[in-house]
């Protein structure tokens, strides 16, 4: 992880341009029947050691807990969302986030994680987990209870 | 020797046990022991007394959520005392500080996050992530 990190920190320093690849993230939600959903969007390498956050959505830290893969691997800290932080999403909505992601993700093994956890009804740790590939952009995923499908195109 | 180092593990254990109490607490909290709380009619007509219409009795961190609405109309989520039934949090759902509720009814509000994102190697140092829910 820090190597990637010094090596992003160099490089980008030199050729952002050529190191970054703009995405975007869609999520559907299924009309499950409750409240806003909150949903950690975060990634792992190929063993699921936890490297980073790319979105929180809700805003009070006290539900973290119930992002239970997420949060055990953070321990809810905040400077893991800082800046990255929205809105809950309801159910039957979509959730559409665009970001510069990192080429370094892309067919390195990494994995995209998604928990989602609704008010009075079951936590759902890693209701989403795709191959970060370039294959797979596009290909819609099935999640397995909150989520109908997960996107990245690029 | 060794009665005295269980002692001591046994009591650090304690403290430790305490402390993790205290941070796990919240302030809105209530402590009151199953055998102490009054029954769900106790709260209804608690909250009938005060002229309001009960949508919802619920428990939540150890104390009587009532939701609803006042004598005004306006949409009120009530926490109380389980065993004196005294008001701990009143918040109104028209409120923006509201403290418990998911978004279920404010769900397409802006994001919030204004800072830069995390350095943690996954974004482009000085983008940022835009998020919209529709």
Known sequence: MKTLLYALALSTALTVPAMARPVTLTTNMNSYGGDGAYLALYVTDAQGAYQGSLWMAGGKSKYYTHLSDWYRATQGNPAEINGITGASVGAGRQLKITLDLADALFDAGYELHIDVSAEDMRDSPSEVVVSLTTQGAGQPVPGRRYIRDFTYDM | ?134
């Open chain 2, 1 to 134: 020797m060794k009665k005295y180092l269980i002692a001591a593990t046994f009591v650090t254990g304690l403290a430790g046990l305490g402390t993790m109490g205290m941070a796990l607490a919240d302030d809105d909290d209530c402590r009151v022991p199953m055998a102490d709380w009054q029954p769900r009619e106790a709260v209804q007509n608690m909250a009938e007394a005060q002229g309001w219409t009960v949508r919802r009795i619920k428990t939540d961190d150890g104390c009587y959520e009532i939701k609803g609405r006042d004598a005004q109309g306006r949409e009120i989520e009530v926490k109380v005392d389980p065993g004196t039934l005294a008001i701990v949090e009143m918040e109104y759902d028209d409120d923006d500080d509201d403290d418990d509720d998911r978004g279920g009814r404010d769900m397409n509000q802006k994001p919030t996050g204004t800072s830069q994102p995390p350095a943690n190697g996954l974004f482009v140092p000085g983008s940022k992530p835009g998020a919209v829910v529709q």
